[in-house]
């Protein structure tokens, strides 16, 4: 049968910008065990339930465009946090990429990605284990009693859906402890 589109065997083969894009930013460089990728990748998927949860918030017509626009930043600005885990596999966590200015092409000093991590991995370990100890003693972090409304008090499939998508983030700062550390270690020995 003839084709009826002059269609490049080439194009198909060749990534798009897209695909480039994404496989420069997560693709580990030298030294990078598979375990260690894999935690890079758990990192964000146990972000992503909890930015899932929040999502039905904007359909909702009495909240206004606040309460809308509110969960949305909040879950782009935690995957894009919970993002720079790659930054300790991949080379853009070795060498500043192209377009940061000033310092493009230049090595990343492994203290200026280390201490960054570390810190926030004990900020989010604290903050996710304060918040879900609190949680099951029915107080809010400050010691208040919940709000009636609190998800997790809902009780039925709310609390299950509820915790099922927050737990993960448990994990995050524990996650992100040994990227950490792995990155330093692996730094001290190429570096």
Known sequence: MP?????DDSARTQPGRFRAAWRAAHAPVAGVSPA??????????AVLPSCIWRLPIVFDSEVGLVGRVYPVLLSVLSEAVAF????????WGEVFPRWVPLLAGRRVPPTAAVVPAVTGAVI?????????VTDFLGVTIRGDAQPADF?????GL??????TCYTPLLLWGPLLGVLAVAYAKRRRVTG
């Open 124 to 132: 989010l370990t604290v903050m996710w284990t304060t918040a879900f």
């Open 36 to 45: 260690t990728r894999r935690m890079a990748y758990a990192v964000q998927l």
């Open 151 to 155: 998800p997790g008090a809902a009780g």
């Open 84 to 91: 720079t885990a790659f930054g300790l596999i991949a080379r």
């Open 3 to 7: 084709q009826l589109l002059d269609v």
């Open 158 to 163: 709310e609390s299950v859906w509820y915790y």
